[in-house]
């Protein structure tokens, strides 16, 4: 397939909170970034704060649609025992859908903490794209208890997302973990039964491909990780760029663990740099 491919990518730009640092984040971010290093014209539509200002250059490289919102999503991540534990101090508003004219070949709809309506996306982009692609962990989550002793500061807890089987049936490949199902294993039946292709991710261990009946293991590549906040946004951007440039699914699956190993070797997206052309 020649040409640049056109990507969009949906869903809020983070602040991710490091120590006394913040580092730019967000599913769609990350996922817009990485399609924009692997190659792809890339834009990204979401929403940040005025408090976002200072990481404006996040931004560089990208065609942006972006909402200035009172607040920034900010999230606090920390992995005890290889876990993931997400606090939340603020949020964005949510994205409202838009139409667009232009052909796309990839779109990646990716929200943080359910600010993408799934079907009124699916409604803008589907008529455009040649793929859609979802990262199905920000409509898994919500807002849980307070944090004692940290005003503004909540919990992050398993949302209940029973998304409608035709709803799901305008998606061409999910995007989920093991984090995302535990518990509600379920949850992972009803998508594979709606989605010709979901990818499960298993951290170290790799991923499964799950086609119907038919499923795949693709194993990680070898990485010294630092920190694996990204890393299954990155896959999922990695493997959509894949698919829409024609690869078979586990070959596009390969290219986005590679990518994925790549992105845990630097904190936050600091590593998004050390990808290249694909």
């Not at 989920?176 to 261990?205: H, K, M, N, Q």
């Not at 946004?233 to 760029?241: G, M, N, R, S």
Request: glycine share 12%; net charge negative.
């Amino acid at each position: 397939m020649e040409g640049i491919l056109r990507a969009l990518s949906v869903g809020h730009t983070t602040l991710d909170r490091y120590g006394d640092d913040l580092l730019p984040g967000g599913s769609a971010w990350y996922g817009a970034r990485v399609l924009h290093a692997l190659g792809a014209r890339s834009t990204l539509v979401t929403a940040v704060g005025r408090d976002f200002g200072p990481h404006d250059d996040a931004f560089v490289g990208l065609d942006l649609h972006v909402t200035r919102s009172e607040h920034t999503t900010l999230f606090t991540n920390t992995y005890p025992d290889g876990r993931r534990v997400q606090l939340i101090e603020t949020e964005s508003a949510p994205l409202r859908g838009r139409s667009y004219s232009t052909h796309l070949d990839a779109t990646f709809l990716a929200p943080v903490f359910g600010e993408v309506d799934l079907a009124s996306w699916l409604a803008v982009a589907r008529p455009r794209s040649r793929w859609i692609g979802v990262g199905c962990q920000g409509w898994l989550k919500q807002r849980g208890e307070p944090i004692p002793g940290r005003p503004g500061v909540f919990s992050v807890v398993p949302a209940d997302w029973p998304p409608a089987p035709e709803t799901l049936a305008g998606v061409d490949v999910a995007c989920l973990s093991e984090e995302d199902v535990r518990g509600r294993e379920a949850l992972l039946d009803r998508i594979t039964a709606a989605v010709p292709l979901v990818a499960f991710t298993l951290g170290r261990r790799g991923c499964l491909l799950l086609q119907g009946a038919r499923e795949t293991h693709v194993p990680a590549f070898s990485a010294t990780e630092v920190d694996p906040t990204g890393a299954g946004d990155t896959f999922a951007a990695a493997l959509l760029f894949g698919l829409a440039r024609g690869r078979e699914p586990v070959d596009a699956a390969r290219l986005a663990a590679a990518a994925a190993a790549v992105i845990v070797e630097a904190r936050g997206g600091e590593g998004i740099s050390n990808l290249r052309p694909a």
